[in-house]
C-alpha cells in the first residue's frame, strides 16, 4: 500500500560521507514518523534516527553530531546525511514510515535496505 525506495548506500571509507534517501509513494496520506534504521551482521536492527512531521529530530547516541536526518512533506522524502562514517556503522540500513490508519492504529512499512559499508 505504502512502497518505500531507499538509495545512496555503497562501499566508503572511515571518515567519509554518504548520503541516504528514501522516497514514499502510494498511499501516503497520513504520513507520522519518518526514521532509518539499521542492522548489522548478527545484529538485531537498531534505531538509528527518526524525524516527526514537525521535523523534530531524535538519533541514536552512537550516530548523533555524525548523522543528519531531514524530511520533505511535498516530496514524501526522508534523507539521512552520514558525515564522519566508522566501521561500526557498516550495516544494511532501512528506511521507515509510519502511517496514522485512525488515532489509536497505525502501520509500519519498510524500505528493502540498502548496503553501508565503511572499510578501508
Known amino acids: 500500500q505504502v512502497q518505500l525506495v531507499e538509495s545512496g548506500g555503497g562501499l566508503v571509507q572511515p571518515g567519509g560521507s554518504l548520503r541516504l534517501s528514501c522516497a514514499a509513494s502510494g498511499s501516503i496520506f497520513s504520513i507520522g514518523v519518518m526514521g532509518w534504521y539499521r542492522q548489522g551482521p548478527g545484529k538485531q536492527r537498531e534505531l538509528v534516527a527518526t524525524i516527526t512531521n514537525g521535523g523534530s529530530p531524535n538519533y541514536a547516541d552512537s550516530v548523533k553530531g555524525r548523522f543528519t536526518i531531514s524530511r520533505d512533506n511535498a516530496k514524501n522524502t526522508v534523507h539521512l546525511q552520514m558525515n564522519s562514517l566508522k566501521p561500526e556503522d557498516t550495516a544494511v540500513y532501512y528506511c521507515?514510515?509510519?502511517?496514522?490508519?485512525?488515532?489509536?492504529?497505525?502501520?509500519?512499512?519498510w524500505g528493502q535496505g540498502t548496503q553501508v559499508t565503511v572499510s578501508s
Open positions: 521507515n514510515v509510519r502511517r496514522s490508519i485512525s488515532q489509536y492504529q497505525w502501520r509500519d512499512y
